[in-house]
């Protein structure tokens, strides 16, 4: 496949905000993942048809920040997250993050690498359900980590660590949890043992995809709560992916906006909000329904109701064909990220 | 204009009966009144009774389910009728779709995927009314223009269409018989927030034109906010606080409203800690005695561990069931 040609411009402005960003723990490089449409073996001289989740995406994680990743169902924000867990094989580009004073790049770790730096990366996945090992214990389920990586063998040590996690957690008295298994727990509390079983290792960087947006609303503060504390104490930083405008902007320093697997929009939470600049992250707010009686839904100012399949994208700007305002040159050549304001940057010709 | 009542809802109570012998109130007295064209707003968070509550209206439910109290009476061309009294057959020939229908929780999946979509509608109409095969296909082919599908979709499978395109051909089902109340559970869930704009969008519109009461059941307070005219609040089983969307919104009165109300992020609000609700919801095999919230209310007194609190008149078309207001 042509990895050369560029997905997306970089524009200099853009790749300087990103190389010369100094608070970056992690730094994204023209990151790429495409998942090849193959049935059985093929042999064939066809050519492979590829799902293009994540297209040549650049940004940066700033130690201790909170990075709000959002978009809609499909637009690639669970592949990159994984991808920058290198749960999933990355096509090309790089991510470089930096341990213990040198650079290391996640994306060219072999097998061995991978399980040996796994640790300074955990993930805690959407569903409280799915994720933990139905057979097994809350003991062990938080205690894996430490086995894997050998850190605590005898079981006083284990305990004693998986209690004191699980008191860091509020899971509380931590010896009632212990033998306990998840289906005898609520959504909240199986939340909670997914984010122990995540921060035992004392990692660097957590991605947390949709973290609470299966469980009840009554429970919802307290797990995001939970992990603003725990970021403290713990010296952590997130990767927050959500479709949900309102927590991105509530929890996240910076928010990026993904479109097709396309950085669209990227800037100081705030910012993105009050002042969208994409036209699709503008249409995305404008459909957000939230509780002030104020902003009612009205028109949502984009076309169609799906995004273009991934698998054969636009030839220009990903979001021309639902653009309200899209014009000649958006069909034809593809947008940089351009700066518009300190802290906020837009992929788009003519941005609102 | 006055208000004009489709639906009343009286001291409803649906149990399920369980095999080792308890039982699940799942909807536990609950009273409520639908206007024409307005909307009334469900909002409860899981193991409310909310989609019991829904089931019920319609009375789609499991063997192990029994209305055992209360009544359901619907506007028909001959006056009010309690669906509660009714048999099965009556209430699938005379009532049900009628007079009113459902779009269902994963209404995505709620159509036929061996039937066109026209087949499907038509076949919804014929069941209801006594009109000819060509009568029912022109109606169809309005009300799919009414949601905003273009009427060549007749033939096409549910699998030809987009996620939002299929929720707007359960809507066109819904409402084929231009039923009097409408009960939407959860019909947005699926989907993805531009769709769900769109689709509360074209809700109102239709009510607008065809004038139905629409019962929409949400766990989703932002939602209600959106579409709701009144809001009834659900907890363990019952309705604690019942309003005008804006009166509830701005000054919410019962502790679990209010608390509900904190735990969510306001899109362009200060940037405060939010404040969750302590504990969990109760098991409706053995609510706790008293008031059912109390075990995670921070004002709850004696009396609410004790006494059961009804919901009372606290005047502006509100009701609330609590011991400390009012």
């Known amino acids: 496949m042509s990895v050369e040609k560029p997905l997306q411009p970089l524009s200099p402005e853009y790749e300087e905000y990103v190389n010369k960003d100094s608070e970056a723990l992690v730094r994204v490089i023209k990151l790429r993942v495409w998942y090849p449409l193959v049935r059985g073996i093929v042999i064939s001289k066809k050519k492979v048809k590829y799902v293009k989740a994540v297209n040549d995406?650049?940004?940066?994680?700033?130690?201790?920040?909170?990075?709000?990743?959002?978009?809609e169902s499909g637009c690639g924000k669970t592949t990159l997250g994984k991808?920058?867990?290198?749960?999933?094989?990355?096509t090309s580009g790089s991510v470089m993050i930096y341990l213990d004073g040198k650079e290391v790049d996640f994306a060219r770790l072999n097998e061995k690498e991978v399980r040996m730096y796994r640790r300074y990366v955990q993930v805690i996945f959407q569903d409280p359900y799915g994720s933990l090992n139905p057979r097994l214990k809350i003991r062990d389920i938080v205690a894996e980590p430490l086995y894997v990586y050998g850190i605590a063998k005898k079981?006083?040590?284990?305990?004693?660590?998986?209690?004191?996690?699980?008191?860091?957690?509020?899971?509380?008295?931590?010896?009632?949890?212990?033998?306990?298994?998840?289906?005898?727990?609520s959504g909240g509390q199986r939340q909670r043992v997914a984010i122990a079983r995540a921060l035992i290792l004392r990692p660097r960087l957590v991605v947390a995809d949709e973290p609470i947006s299966m469980l009840d609303v009554s429970l919802r503060a307290d797990i995001l709560n939970l992990m603003m504390d725990l970021k403290d104490q713990f010296n952590l930083t997130y990767l927050y992916i959500t479709h949900d405008i309102a927590t991105a902007r509530y929890v996240g320093n910076r928010i990026g906006v993904l479109y097709l697997g396309f950085l669209v929009e990227i800037g100081d939470s705030d910012k993105v909000v009050f002042n969208p600049a994409h036209p699709y992250t503008r249409a995305l707010i404008a459909a957000v329904p939230t509780v002030d009686l104020e902003k009612k839904i009205t028109d949502i100012p984009i076309k169609g109701d799906v995004p273009p399949n991934p698998i054969n994208l636009p030839e220009g700007c990903p979001f021309y064909p639902r653009c309200i305002y899209a014009r000649d040159r958006c069909a034809k050549e593809r947008p940089p990220l351009i700066k518009i304001d300190e802290e906020h940057f837009v992929a788009c010709w003519y941005p609102l | 204009m006055s208000m004009v009542e489709v639906l009343k809802v009286t001291n409803l109570k649906m149990w399920y009966f369980l095999e080792d012998g308890s039982k699940v109130r799942a909807v536990d007295g609950v009273t409520f009144t639908v206007f024409r064209g307005k909307t009334l707003g469900i909002v409860g968070e899981s193991g409310s009774g909310k989609s019991s509550l829904a089931m019920t209206l319609i009375r789609i439910l499991p063997l192990n389910a029994k209305i055992v109290e209360g009544s359901i009476e619907i506007a028909t061309d001959k006056g009010f009728v309690d669906i509660v009294k009714l048999n099965e057959s009556e209430l699938r020939s005379k009532i049900r779709w009628k007079y009113i229908s459902v779009i269902p929780q994963g209404a995505m999946n709620a159509l036929n995927p061996f039937m066109k979509i026209g087949d499907q509608i038509v076949e919804a109409i014929l069941l209801h009314e006594n009109i000819s095969k060509k009568e029912a296909l022109e109606r169809a082919k309005n009300i799919l223009k009414y949601v905003g599908i273009d009427p060549s979709r007749l033939d096409s499978y549910p699998h030809e269409l987009s996620g939002g395109q299929r929720q707007r051909a359960v809507i066109a089902m819904a409402l084929a018989t231009y039923p009097r109340v409408i009960v939407a559970d959860e019909p947005t869930t699926a989907l993805d927030v531009i769709t769900q704009a769109q689709v509360i969008k074209l809700l109102k519109e239709l009510q607008k034109k065809f004038n139905f009461g629409l019962i929409f059941i949400t766990h989703d307070l932002s939602l209600i906010a959106q579409i709701a005219d009144y809001v009834a609040v659900m907890y363990a089983g019952k309705i604690v606080e019942y309003g005008p969307l804006e009166k509830l919104f701005k000054e919410p009165l019962h502790p679990y409203t209010r608390a509900l109300l904190e735990a969510i992020p306001r899109l362009y609000g200060e940037k405060r800690r939010l404040r969750g609700i302590p504990g969990t919801p109760p098991d409706l095999r053995s609510p706790p005695p008293g008031c059912r919230f109390h075990p995670r209310c921070p004002y709850a007194d004696d009396i609410c561990k004790k006494e059961e609190p009804q919901l009372k008149s606290v005047g502006d078309g509100r009701l609330v069931a609590c011991h400390l207001v009012g």
Request: proline share 7%; charged share 25%; net charge negative.
């Open chain 1, 57 to 71: 995406v650049t940004f940066t994680i700033r130690q201790g920040e909170i990075f709000s990743l959002v978009g």
């Open chain 1, 83 to 90: 991808a920058i867990a290198r749960l999933v094989p990355v």
């Open chain 1, 155 to 185: 079981k006083e040590d284990v305990d004693r660590l998986v209690m004191k996690m699980l008191e860091q957690v509020q899971l509380t008295p931590p010896q009632d949890f212990l033998d306990r298994y998840p289906h005898e727990l």
